[in-house]
């Protein structure tokens, strides 16, 4: 009995921690429309054009002209297959989150959001790593996308941390899941050279999370240049796991 019981607090410990934000789930591939590039020849500025449109109307109305700056500075190679043609379009659209408002990027009046959407095509964008998973595009289009390597994004994930370089423009963070594990990660993000530089990154334990905390909670500046984030788990010695520590990190 007294076994029993046990089983039952740790499976409902477990389902308690659960990462309550991994809620969109991945689109399921159409593999038909994948065959039908694959056996014939389909203009890729067609195919193109095509997602656009279901884009502009189904997805984000309203923010035409946003979408189609995004289209045609990640989306233009023509060499390159389009990755939406592969979805079926039904489940993309129950699957999209709608924009998060984030605050000002930059030090004026402007307000900025972010929506995510799965990769536009198969091929790297210059200076990007050869990442093929979501990515975060702000309105203001003068910032460049976050590409990532997970298909666990959500707008929610990015929030600003304020201007730590001082150069006028808040550095962001990011809130990284793996989709499953307990185990997350949070990065720092510095617009340089027209890119977003991975310029800090800590790890935590969900198990040990101060409930009801922003994700900006775990990053602090503490002064021009300089900053530290919070980690709670030390993955490298299991005699530290929970332990706060806070990492420094200077630009």
């Known amino acids: 009995m007294l076994k029993a019981s046990l089983v039952i607090i740790t499976v409902l410990f477990f389902v308690s921690c659960k990462d309550k934000t991994q809620k969109v789930p991945t689109p399921k591939i159409n593999m038909a429309a994948k065959t039908e590039i694959k056996n014939t020849t389909i203009d890729a500025n067609q195919v193109k054009a095509t997602d656009y449109v279901f884009f502009s109307d189904s997805i984000l109305h309203g923010h035409k002209a946003i979408l189609k700056y995004y289209f045609t500075k990640y989306g233009s190679d023509t060499s390159c297959s389009s990755y939406w043609h592969f979805y079926d379009k039904r489940e993309v659209k129950e699957n999209f989150e709608k924009l998060t408002f984030i605050g000002s990027t930059k030090n004026n009046s402007t307000k900025d959001s972010v929506f995510v959407l799965e990769p536009l ?131």
């Open 121 to 251: 095509n198969y091929c790297k964008q210059v200076g990007e790593k050869d990442f093929d998973g979501q990515a975060y595009y702000f309105t203001d289009t003068t910032l460049p996308r976050l590409q990532t390597d997970s298909y666990c994004c959500h707008p929610s994930s990015i929030f600003l941390v304020g201007d730590i370089d001082e150069d006028g423009i808040s550095e962001i963070g990011q809130y990284y899941s793996s989709c499953a594990s307990h185990y997350k990660s949070l990065y720092v993000y510095s617009l340089k050279n027209k890119m977003w530089k991975q310029v800090g990154h800590c790890v935590y334990d969900l198990f040990y999370m101060d409930i009801g905390k922003p994700f900006s909670y775990f990053v602090r500046k503490t002064a021009k240049n300089k900053f530290e984030m919070l980690e709670i788990t030390d993955l490298a010695d299991k005699d530290k796991i929970g332990k706060r520590n806070w990492l420094q990190f200077s630009m």
